[in-house]
T-cell receptor, first 113, second 114 residues
Framework: AQSVTQPDIHITVSEGASLELRCNYS??????LFWYVQSPGQGLQLLLK??????LVQGIKGFEAEFKRSQSSFNLRKPSVHWSDAAEYFC???????????FGKGTMLLVSP | NAGVMQNPRHLVRRRGQEARLRCSPM?????VYWYRQLPEEGLKFMVY????????ESGMPKERFSAEFPKEGPSILRIQQVVRGDSAAYFC????????????FGPGTRLTVL
């Protein structure tokens, strides 16, 4: 069975600074990987996904993520954080041919002035 | 194209009552998934349905919980005789096809059991 670890429960970043949120997965084959963002009291919005091909994936709102098979990681990055990026971020993995997703526990991003 | 719709957005029930949560998938999507989010936890898969069929209910508690996705109308997650531990956010997602396709999430129903 697959699993996802997001090692950081909270991260605080200054507005305008760069951001990297960590995600490690455990799965024996090629995973399908996702990052979702959840604003307070809201549902999940898909930021980006990796299915195959180029290991650097571009998403919405200026986010990108890089799939590194050797490190079993799929870290999310943004070069310059905006105050509106403050939210909770979830990494998720689906097995090949998946029909369900396994989520990490999330990382809460706080943006300081 | 409207997104995944869920209602109600907030639901308050007393212990022992029934809770019914509704989910209308995106247009053209015939696959529905229910997830539960407990406080300070990630989402946990509960059940996966296609029209008139339950495909995978491995994440659903064996008692008091049931789900359906009828030929017409929304998918329903039903919780009978609710207990305080059922308090959580329940999210529905839909996808056009099941295998390896992106799931799009609704805004969730936040259930509070008094």
């Amino acid at each position: 069975a697959q699993s996802v670890t997001q090692p950081d429960i909270h991260i605080t970043v200054s507005e305008g600074a760069s951001l990297e949120l960590r995600c490690n997965y455990s799965y024996g084959a090629t995973p399908y990987l996702f990052w979702y963002v959840q604003s307070p009291g809201q549902g999940l919005q898909l930021l980006l996904k990796y299915f195959s091909g180029d290991t650097l994936v571009q998403g919405i709102k200026g986010f990108e993520a890089e799939f590194k098979r050797s490190q079993s990681s799929f870290n999310l990055r943004k070069p310059s954080v905006h105050w509106s990026d403050a939210a909770e971020y979830f990494c998720a993995v689906g097995a090949e041919g998946y029909s369900t997703l396994t989520f990490g526990k999330g990382t809460m991003l706080l943006v300081s002035p | 194209n409207a997104g995944v719709m869920q209602n109600p957005r907030h639901l308050v029930r007393r212990r022992g009552q029934e809770a019914r949560l509704r989910c209308s998938p995106m247009k053209g999507h015939s696959h529905v998934y229910w997830y539960r989010q407990l406080p300070e936890e990630g989402l946990k898969f509960m059940v996966y349905l296609q029209k008139e069929n339950i495909i995978d209910e491995s994440g659903m508690p064996k008692e008091r919980f049931s789900a359906e996705f009828p030929k017409e109308g929304p998918s329903i997650l039903r919780i009978q005789q609710v207990v305080r531990g059922d308090s959580a956010a329940y999210f529905c997602a839909s996808s056009p096809k099941a295998v390896g396709d992106t799931q799009y999430f609704g805004p969730g129903t936040r259930l509070t059991v008094l």
